[in-house]
């Protein structure tokens, strides 16, 4: 199956800040690097890719692959829709300020909320973890598959590494806050007071 390549030469897709990678399930990933300049990629699940240089403009419709299409509607602004395959969707909305929900696969969500800097690194499967680094904004909440979900607050500093899986446990590095409550899958939570800098917990409270 051959990927679709829509090429339009006005730059602007207010979204200036590079590093972004998301692995998305154990299908493909999406690679964002440098958004409004050329160079945009983004590989589909296993079926194709679509490959994106600077297409900053309202109503472009690109279907992908025979499993779905890709809707694409005022792309630098509020409104983005992107169904991705059968399986789910890629929601953006205002991509580099607060509010940009990003549905993925029928399995679960990522919720990210004013977190616009480079270095996001957020492998999201049921057999896989979210590694999150330089992510210095509060209020970020990422349900995370249909197992559970992970609600951080106030936690701003780089360096923070939490394997969620049902199976797993969940490790925090760099967390200097009091007053984080984090469930984790429908096992159990994770109740934490007053952390230390440099704490590390690997057992989730059942």
């Known amino acids: 199956m051959a990927a679709c390549l829509i090429m339009d030469p006005y730059p602007g897709i207010t979204d200036p800040y590079p590093g972004l990678r998301i692995p998305i399930q154990g299908y493909g990933y999406l690679s964002r690097i440098t958004d409004p300049y050329p160079g945009l990629l983004i590989p589909i699940q296993v079926y194709g890719s679509l490959s994106r240089i600077t297409d900053p403009y309202p109503g472009l419709r690109i279907p992908i692959q025979d499993y779905g299409s890709l809707s694409r509607i005022t792309d630098p602004y509020p409104g983005l829709l992107i169904p991705i395959q059968g399986y789910g969707s890629l929601s ?7 509010g940009l929900r990003i549905p993925i696969q029928v399995y679960g969500s990522l919720s990210r909320i004013t977190d616009p800097y480079p270095g996001l690194l957020i492998r999201i499967q049921v057999y896989g973890s979210l590694s999150r680094v330089t992510d210095p904004y ?47 899958q429908n096992y159990g939570s994770l109740s934490r007071f007053s952390p230390r800098p440099g704490a590390e917990l690997t057992s989730p409270r059942f």
């Open 138 to 184: 509060l209020g970020s909440r990422i349900p995370i598959q249909d197992y559970g979900s992970l609600s951080r607050f106030t936690d701003p500093y780089p360096g923070l590494l939490i394997p969620i899986q049902g199976y797993l446990s969940l490790s925090r590095f760099t967390d200097p806050y009091p007053g984080l409550l984090i469930p984790i």
């Open 92 to 98: 953006r909305i205002t991509d580099p300020y607060p």
